[in-house]
């Protein structure tokens, strides 16, 4: 079957024929249908995050169980599902509470792919989803109904998620607040939808490409913030009568960003940072600004509850009250893969979606 396989840091992803095996206790096998690409993919691929090799990339996507492997009753061959990323071990005081994401024991990547010249190929985000077939846990292939396209399905599994869930899961914004979201691409425009189911009063967009604000507007900003056209924190407070925002998002993982974001809290105001920096990054703050009662979340995978956030966000998309059609720039083939990597890195893309039937 065919596979896009990340051998070296710094050199094209190669598309090649690799095996996958059977489903163990436990997994299931996938028919992958759509994959959605997104800027985890490439920090893996430029090393920016550190990952196993060789390894069969992609972690956004849905498909149909194809086979299920033993002990497994949750699902059944032909469910549509969309894949989570998300390691966790669903017994310990974490996972038992509802907080999977910061799971005391997640379990340990799997290598269920067989290269060409006969490796063993690392799963990649618990997914590897730029391929024909995967293989994952049970627990990482969530139900959701049959009407929703699989395109559109994939992306909820990383850039809805992450941003919709920064706002309802980790910040949980409250009606008629406001807030100002740093970076529009593809999960800032989540965020900001994000703002808009929570109700928010009044959503900044901030961002320094024209193209990027006015699809903001679209997916429910009501301010836009040039950040070309002089100091975006200062834009935000004057619009704001000097006050600033109840809620900043910074979701682009810059420093300059992150310290943008948090400089333009009201007192009482809370940043997330949505955004995944370099691993060593450091960033600067007044820590005598804290006192005004402002504060500072990290937020991991949108601190989702993947069976209970994925079919809640497909019916919302299905009722016509979360956009998802609109997120999607271009399709693509998997044999364009480094193609398309190369429009992600030259911001053309809201996100590109690889079509795996084609």
Excluded: W
């Amino acid at each position: 079957m065919k596979a896009a396989v990340f051998h070296e840091v710094g050199k094209p992803v190669s598309v090649e024929d690799v095996a996958v095996r059977a489903p163990e206790e436990g997994e299931v096998r996938v028919a992958i249908r759509a994959a959605g690409l997104c800027h985890s993919d490439v920090s893996a691929i430029n090393g920016t995050y550190p990952t196993p090799r060789p390894t069969v990339m992609g972690h956004e996507g849905a498909g149909i169980v194809e086979a299920v492997g033993p002990g497994v009753r949750t699902l059944r061959e032909g469910d549509p599902v969309v894949l989570s990323t998300l390691a966790h071990c669903g017994q310990c005081p974490a996972c038992d509470v509802g907080h999977p994401t910061v799971c005391h024991h997640p379990p340990r990547p799997s290598t269920p792919f067989t290269t060409a010249g006969g490796k063993p190929a690392y799963n990649f985000a618990n997914a590897s989803t730029f391929a024909e077939l995967t293989v994952v846990r049970a627990s990482s292939a969530i139900p959701v109904p049959r009407g929703i396209p699989m395109p559109q399905a994939a992306l909820i599994g990383c850039g809805i998620i992450t941003g919709v869930g920064a706002v309802l899961n980790r910040a949980r914004v409250e009606a008629g607040s406001t807030m100002a979201v740093f970076g529009t691409g593809g999960i800032g425009l989540n965020v900001i939808q994000g703002g808009v189911l929570a109700g928010a009063g009044r959503i900044f967009a901030v961002d320094l490409v024209p193209a990027k604000l006015e699809l903001a507007r679209g997916f429910g900003a009501t301010d836009l913030v040039d950040g070309r056209e002089g100091d975006p924190v200062q834009q935000v407070k004057d619009a704001t009568g000097g006050r600033g925002v109840d809620y900043a998002f910074e979701a682009v993982g810059h420093l300059k960003a992150i310290e943008q974001a948090f400089a333009s809290l009201a007192p009482g105001g809370t940043l997330v940072v949505v955004g995944v920096p370099k691993l060593d990054a450091r960033a600067d703050f007044l820590v005598n600004s804290l006192r005004l009662d402002r504060g500072i979340l990290g937020c991991r995978y949108g601190t989702a509850r993947p069976q209970h956030d994925f079919p809640m966000l497909a019916d919302l998309y299905l009722r016509g009250r979360l956009k998802i059609d609109e997120l999607i720039t271009r399709h693509y083939r998997i044999d364009d893969v480094n193609h398309a990597i190369e429009d992600l890195e030259r911001g053309e893309l809201a996100r590109g979606v690889f079509d795996m039937t084609a």
